[in-house]
T-cell receptor
């Protein structure tokens, strides 16, 4: 039973526009959330994280928003660049517990 | 500094054969994790070592899978005998400090194809 869900398998965005990737979770004990980015034939690489004590964390063009009441987080990329084209995974963990990953969203940024 | 390295990058075997995957974590990382991704599905947890001890192996599918981390350095994941449903990409990751409190550093993965 999946505890972290990414319901959009793919997303296409024009270069320069905003990309919004969504993630929902079911476990109210999750208190730490991460986004990973994965290029083909490579391992996932860490992008940005957020603790449940915050509702927003920003790092350059990347911002993660957390809505605990809705059990929802999103990753905003602005402006989107062609090099951002990759598969994005969200992950979540409860204290001392394993990370649960979503199925990934494939982002294509069109030049 | 070298990242997490995995070997082989791709293995094709027949059902019933044995395969051993190897992971070398980042030097000094006590935490080592194995994950698996079947095509289009989530990256699924298999197990977690702290140094040479298995901290959590709740994700291991069955007793055909055996993971070891002798000496707390590199780790191996053996599948014996392999079944068709074992096909997928096996990722190894490592981290330092308290587990599940920071980012995981992933290797490039070992793709296993069972025919």
């Amino acid at each position: 039973d999946q505890q972290v869900k990414q319901n959009s398998p793919s997303l296409s965005v024009q270069e320069g526009r905003i990309s919004i990737l969504n993630c929902d979770y079911t476990n109210s004990m999750f208190d730490y959330f991460l986004w990973y980015k994965k290029y083909p034939a490579e391992g996932p690489t860490f992008l940005i994280s957020i603790s449940s004590i915050k509702d927003k964390n920003e790092d350059g063009r990347f911002t993660v928003f957390l809505n605990k009441s809705a059990k929802h987080l999103s990753l905003h990329i602005v402006p989107s660049q062609p090099g951002d084209s990759a598969v994005y995974f969200c992950a979540a963990s409860a204290p001392g517990n394993q990370f649960y990953f979503g199925t990934g969203t494939s982002l294509t940024v069109i030049p | 500094e070298a990242g997490v390295t995995q070997f082989p990058s791709h293995s094709v075997i027949e059902k019933g054969q044995t395969v051993t995957l190897r992971c070398d974590p980042i030097s000094g990382h006590d935490n080592l994790y194995w994950y698996r991704r079947v095509m289009g599905k989530e990256i699924k947890f298999l197990l977690h070592f702290v140094k040479e001890s298995k901290q959590d192996e709740s994700g291991m599918p069955n007793n055909r899978f055996l993971a070891e981390r002798t000496g707390g350095t590199y780790s191996t994941l053996k599948v014996q005998p392999a079944e068709l449903e074992d096909s997928g990409v096996y990722f190894c990751a490592s981290s330092q400090g308290l587990p599940y409190t920071g980012e995981l550093f992933f290797g490039e993965g070992s793709r296993l194809t069972v025919l």
